[in-house]
């Protein structure tokens, strides 16, 4: 996996060393030797990653990390802070600075391109999700409020699964003020409860002799459930072997023993941080893709969408699945609506019509605000009699109740007019409405109110029947 990172150090000897490393193993190294130089690179450049000396003169690690964080153009990059000495209080406010990992001089070449790597794949996802949203954000899907950075202090799932119950317990300890604790000794059982359960986090110690704790990691990682859980391990600093296994195997972070509270504590936090933001840019994702296809207004299907259900019905009709036919409607006299008791008044009627279509139609029917006043009724499965018993439901539900005005204009009597077709083979979706549109016409002809079709050409072959 290559990526661009860049190198942080005021001494020159060191930046020159990381330099040569990671370029040996292809990544694409940018440098900076001071902390200012460092935050514009990073802002212009954007790294997938960066590796951030701690002691440097005038401004220091934990500033820039800071201010990484802080800027919503920089905040979504790892940052690894290198620290001259191995210091627990290092650790600590480095996390809660918001740094993703360490790594103490010199500089260990395992650890190193295990956490590049490791943090690389994870920066992947991320960027990903966050490419599709800001799409989403563009067309005006999203919202720049539905964002946040995920530092809600909400109460999270956490499952710890650790070989002896005291030890599990004394873990829990450390995290439990706001989050749900589950404590499991057995794999067995942490197994079940992750296919029946979501967690926000797997605490996991693989130092276990009663179980391998990296098998578990390995299938969790290829299961629907657990592919986007956070996991923690919890390793022995001296197999250096299994600290890198478990990273490759897509382990997100490893806490060395014995345990710090402070640096649990703080790593625990650090992981729900990113699960938050991940699941954030999920959901926005999901309701950009809902409103994508929605029509704001009535809740019904855009135009966008129905064309390509008309798609699809046409090519099950072209492999002789099944007919389908399609019905456009119009209000009749809507402008006087508009004009008499005014836009809002309008808006209540289209919304009761689409409450009532969506009433009045099959599961399967494709229900679509074709613009203004017009309505787009798919039915698949539906032939031309089909199609036109479910138009004139539809036209009576409409004629039958009258329609709210709302505020204190009462109510109104509303009418429809519909044209409805059948598909043919060889029809686009702008064939088949063009017809259905031409049906519309001779309903609204024959003075509204009323339902009329527009018979499929015969067909060369039935010539003369
Ligand atoms: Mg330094």
Redesign the pocket.
Known sequence: MSGRILVV???APNVRLLKAKLEAEYYDVLTADNGPDAIELARQAVPDLILL?V??PQMDGFEVCTRLKNDPRTRHIPVVMVTALDQQVDRVHGLQVGADDFLSKPIDDVALFARVRSLLRLKLVMDELRQREASGRAVGAISDTMTCFGDSDAAANILILEEDLSRAERLGRRISQQNQLTLCTDPKEASQLLDQQGFDLLVINLVARGFDGLRLCARIRSSDNGRAMPILALVDPHNREKIVRALDIGVNDVLLRPVDANEFDARVKTQLRCKRYADTLRQSLDSSFELSVTDQLTGLHNRRFMQARIADALTRLGRGVEPASVMIADVDFFKQVNDKWGHDAGDKVLQELARRMKANMRAIDIACRYGGEEFVLVMPGADLNAGLQAAERLRIAIEDEPFELGGHHGTTRITLSAGVTELEPGDSHESALARADQALYAAKNAGRNCVKSIEKAPAQSAAGR
Request: net charge negative; charged share 50%.
């Open positions: 150090d005021d001494i000396d002691m440097m």
